[in-house]
């Protein structure tokens, strides 16, 4: 037997278990019968029938045969519904002498819980002889006897009951003695030997009878016992208890060896006939065992442990006989005393393992509890930890059925570790502890969540096909499939976005790839949104958005709008020798497709025929002298300017001016109509240029001819009528004075003259007018270069 464990009582479920029926109204139990030793899976009864069940309920609602005692000597067949034994029953065993021998047994029924209660009786049969503890007995009888003494004889046991139990008794025939089979209160028939005449001992000292014990079975069954009978002198007293009955209480845990009471008995005889010697009269096995008596003393010992959940009480019979052979009987009365020494027992009929989330109420256990000692030392309570969602209810007699308080959450808590604990009331407390474990399954109640609700991507242009530009994450707090995370892209919101050809996205990672190579001055940046989905039934799913920006990548090249580089014969610029140092020769206009820095621009003079006459400006490409001119520099000077970008690594582009140092400008040297026509058909781009800048020219000089209009009134229309003749034709002119402001460094006379294409009713150039200038280099000069008879410096 485990030694129980000691507690103290915590918060519980209270639930008393009391072995009379609760208040809940039972239904009469169903009762059977079967004979003892019948072959195991023999029928019993067809259970499903006299339960009005269905085949199929019973196996849909896990029925099962559960019995009061530990072992389960009945099953139920669930496919055909009949009561079937399990093992053969001995009677006996299972009962003893007790009559009628009925086994209770409940049978469960689950979702819903339901029991019903049964009995089953075991019928005896004849399979045990009486036998007498000893072979042989020893009857020492006084010569004086009278006829009619009874002297009582060793009494037999027989294991069967009823009709199949000890019936009479009988002696071998002779004419002394005759045997009176009587009745004891406990049921048990005792032989008395009867003295039919008188003895002499003298004539025949000694008798060797055999007593037969015989029951009442078919066909019957006998024991027997040798009875030696001893003819004695006289003695006329025969000892007598002081007390009797004896009772006594004993603890069931005393010690081996313990004394449990002295009894005493007084023969008013003298010498040997007055000595008395103690002993048990016609005792069973399980006294001797149990119990022994100093026959001097008569001082009664243990000398075998107790057990009150076994045996409650015992009835000793006791004898003192003196030394003529006369004996006197005596009873005593032991009666066990229960001690908290049985912790309480659980035992489980039903258990579920696992239980789905978010699941209603649901049976997890049914289990029976049982304390086998009595009184508040059996009474019990049952409990579980209260943190955990699960109640215990009471179901039927000491049935408890543990069920889920609320739907539980896999996410909240996978499992638990219900502990059941049994206590009883006893002195000193005996608890019995039972763990189950449950695990909670899976459901898919959780969509799959994104790290962020919006992802920002950068990848640089012209970007290998296939390059990984990013990734998108999303988890799932499911598991198993309903965790499983599959990814893809949701169609865009602008049709016009070809997303199919530009991104895609690995289903099982969430990385996302550029399909193919992006170009910033395309496509600076575009939106697409992504869905996680996971595998559940039915799946769930969310939703994040995706920004790609495009960055730019130096991989334009500066491009020079002006002067153009359209493959024709190279624009002359005029500078007058008499042009200050800073003065604006031209100016280099270049755009760069890239961005950013990668569009930031400088310019640099790369080659010159002359060093240190000519500078550009770095940030606006303004090309400047550098200094003033002088008679001794060359007419012809050829610049090479380079513009730079401000990329990594920075791409540059050249382009080459034809600077001519003249004395002066005149108007025969102006380019034909058609001449220019052609330029400009030639080129578009340079005919789109110079029309956007003719008209931006012309707002500014339209506004400086009403502010000079009233000082050019002032001067010769015949020196202003012969500078504005062209070949042709003859339009008047009209000459303006304008004074050193903006980027020009000093004074100039610009000739203003129409063109003579009546296509265009435009300006056609600004001509400055030099005083004392050499016409005959001028002239010269122009004839030399035609395609650029005029240069107009844009700021």
């Known amino acids: 037997m485990k030694t129980p464990e000691r507690i103290q009582p915590n918060r519980q479920v209270v639930a008393f278990i009391l072995?009379?029926?609760?208040?809940?109204?039972?239904?009469?139990?169903?009762?059977?019968?079967?004979?003892?030793?019948?072959?195991?899976?023999?029928?019993?009864?067809?259970?499903?029938?006299?339960?009005?069940?269905?085949?199929?309920?019973?196996?849909?609602?896990?029925?099962?045969?559960?019995?009061?005692?530990?072992?389960?000597?009945?099953?139920?067949d669930r496919q055909t519904g009949d009561l079937l034994l399990r093992e053969k029953i001995d009677r006996e065993e299972l009962c003893g002498s007790v009559e009628p021998c009925v086994l209770h047994f409940q049978v469960l029924l689950e979702t819903p819980v339901q029991f019903f209660e049964g009995e089953l009786s075991i019928q005896d049969i004849n399979d045990h002889s009486p036998v007498f503890p000893t072979g042989e007995m020893l009857l020492k009888i006084p010569e004086n006897s009278q006829p009619g003494t009874l002297f009582p004889l060793k009494l037999a046991q027989d294991l069967d009951v009823g009709s199949n139990g000890l019936q009479k008794y009988t002696i071998s025939p002779n004419s002394y003695f005759h045997v009176l089979t009587r009745n004891h209160s406990e049921a048990k028939k005792y032989p008395d030997l009867v003295q039919d005449k008188a003895l002499d001992r003298e004539e025949q000292p000694a008798f060797s009878l055999t007593l037969i014990a015989q029951d009442g079975g078919s066909p019957p069954k006998s024991g027997t016992i040798t009875v030696r009978i001893l003819i004695t002198d006289v003695n006329d007293n025969a000892p007598e208890f002081v007390h009797t009955p004896y009772e006594v209480q004993v603890l069931e845990n005393s010690s081996l060896d313990s004394p449990v009471l002295s009894v005493s008995a007084k023969d008013i005889d003298s010498g040997n006939f007055g000595s008395v010697s103690y002993g048990f009269f016609q005792a069973s096995d399980e006294i001797k065992q149990t119990f022994s008596i100093n026959e001097v003393t008569g001082e009664i010992r243990l000398t075998k442990k107790l057990d009150f959940e076994h045996i409650k009480s015992y009835h000793v019979e006791i004898e003192a006989i003196d030394g003529g052979g006369l004996s006197g009987k005596g009873t005593v009365v032991i009666h066990v005393v229960d001690v908290n020494d049985n912790a309480p027992e659980l035992t489980i009929s039903s258990l579920t393992n696992s239980i789905p989330e978010n699941a209603p109420e649901t049976v997890v256990s049914i289990f029976r509890i049982r304390d086998r000692d009595s009184g508040d030392n059996g009474k019990m309570i049952c409990s579980i930890p209260d943190n955990l969602p699960f109640l215990l209810k009471p179901t039927f007699k000491n049935f408890y059925t543990l069920v889920t308080e609320s739907p539980l959450d896999r996410e909240s808590r996978a499992e638990y570790n219900i502990t059941i604990t049994v206590t009883d009331l006893g002195t000193p407390r005996l608890k019995t502890q039972h763990s189950i474990t449950v695990t909670v399954s899976d459901v898919n109640d959780n969509a799959p969540a994104f790290s962020q609700t919006t992802y920002t991507l950068r990848v640089h242009e012209n970007n290998s096909p296939a390059l990984h530009i990013g990734s998108v994450s999303a988890t799932d707090r499911d598991s198993g499939a309903n965790a499983q995370v599959t990814y893809s892209l949701l169609p865009p919101a602008d049709p016009q976005l070809p997303l199919a050809s530009l991104v895609s996205i690995n289903a099982d990672n969430g990385q996302l790839f550029a399909l193919r190579s992006l170009d910033y001055e395309a496509l600076q940046a575009f939106e697409f949104g992504v869905r996680a989905a996971d595998r559940g039934s039915p799946a769930l799913s969310s939703q994040a958005r995706v920004r790609v920006l495009v960055l730019d990548d130096n991989d334009n090249a500066p491009f020079v709008l002006y002067p153009p580089q359209n493959g024709s014969a190279p624009c002359t610029e005029l500078v007058p020798r008499a042009a200050e140092a800073g003065y604006l020769v031209t100016k280099v206009v270049a755009v760069d497709g890239d961005s950013g820095q990668n569009a930031w621009l400088s310019y640099q003079l790369l080659k010159a025929t002359e060093p240190g006459l000519f500078g550009v400006w770095a940030h606006n490409g303004e090309v400047r002298t550098a200094r003033l001119l002088s008679e001794r520099d060359a007419v012809k000077h050829r610049l090479v300017v380079l513009v730079r970008d401000n990329g990594e690594p920075p791409r540059s582009a050249s382009v080459t001016l034809h600077v001519l140092l003249v004395d002066g400008f005149s108007q025969p040297y102006l380019p034909l109509p058609e001449v220019a026509a052609a330029e400009a058909r030639a080129d578009p781009l340079t005919v789109y240029l110079v029309v956007a800048l003719a008209s931006v020219s012309s707002l500014f000089l339209f506004s400086v001819l009403v502010f000079v209009a009233v000082r050019l009134c002032r001067r010769s229309r015949a020196a202003s009528a012969g500078r504005c003749s062209g070949p042709e034709g003859h339009f008047p002119g009209h000459l303006v004075d304008v004074s050193g402001a903006g980027t020009l460094s000093q004074s100039y006379q610009y000739e203003v003259c129409l063109t003579g294409d009546p296509r265009t009713g435009e300006f056609k150039f600004l001509k400055p007018i030099f005083p004392n200038l050499l016409v005959e280099d001028t002239e010269r000069e122009i004839k030399e270069n035609p395609n650029c008879r005029n240069s107009f410096v844009f700021s």
């Open 19 to 76: 072995m009379v029926f609760l208040s809940q109204a039972c239904p009469e139990p169903i009762r059977y019968s079967v004979i003892e030793e019948t072959e195991s899976g023999s029928f019993i009864a067809h259970l499903a029938k006299d339960l009005g069940l269905g085949i199929r309920e019973l196996t849909a609602r896990s029925a099962r045969v559960v019995s009061d005692d530990d072992k389960q000597r009945l099953q139920l």
